[in-house]
């Protein structure tokens, strides 16, 4: 069982930037695949960046260029580094721990880009 904890969220100006973490705790995390999804109003839960147990990554192309993540194994946690942020970025930001066929969420932390 992995309990994963969102924090970083919050309101920024359209270009600023922000840093997400999701902290995980019942399990290390080492041989999970993490993966930062997010859902805005509206519209379905959309996959924003994964990084595998070996650190491959991969990004929507919405992002891609914007957003960096990264994983820090020792301290059991996935970053999301979100920059030029845009008001379409505006979502619900959840973390996923996956491994095999079972996955895990985290609550999520809300980001708000304004004009």
């Known amino acids: 069982q992995v309990q994963l904890v969102e924090s970083g969220g919050g309101l920024v100006q359209s270009g600023g930037s922000l840093r997400l973490s999701c902290a995980a705790s019942?399990?290390?995390?080492?041989?999970?695949?993490m993966g930062w999804y997010r859902q805005a109003p509206g519209k379905q839960r959309e996959l924003v960046a994964i990084?595998?147990?070996?650190?491959?990554?991969n990004y929507a192309d919405s992002v891609k260029g914007r957003f960096t993540i990264s994983r820090d194994n020792a301290k059991n946690t996935v970053y999301l580094q979100m920059n030029s942020l845009k008001p379409e970025d505006t979502a619900v930001y959840s973390c996923?721990?996956?491994?095999?066929?079972?996955?895990?969420w985290g609550q999520g932390t809300q980001v708000t880009v304004a004009l």
């Open positions: 996923s721990a996956q491994w095999r066929v079972t996955t895990y």
């Open positions: 019942g399990s290390r995390i080492s041989i999970y695949t």
């Open positions: 990084i595998t147990s070996g650190g491959s990554t």
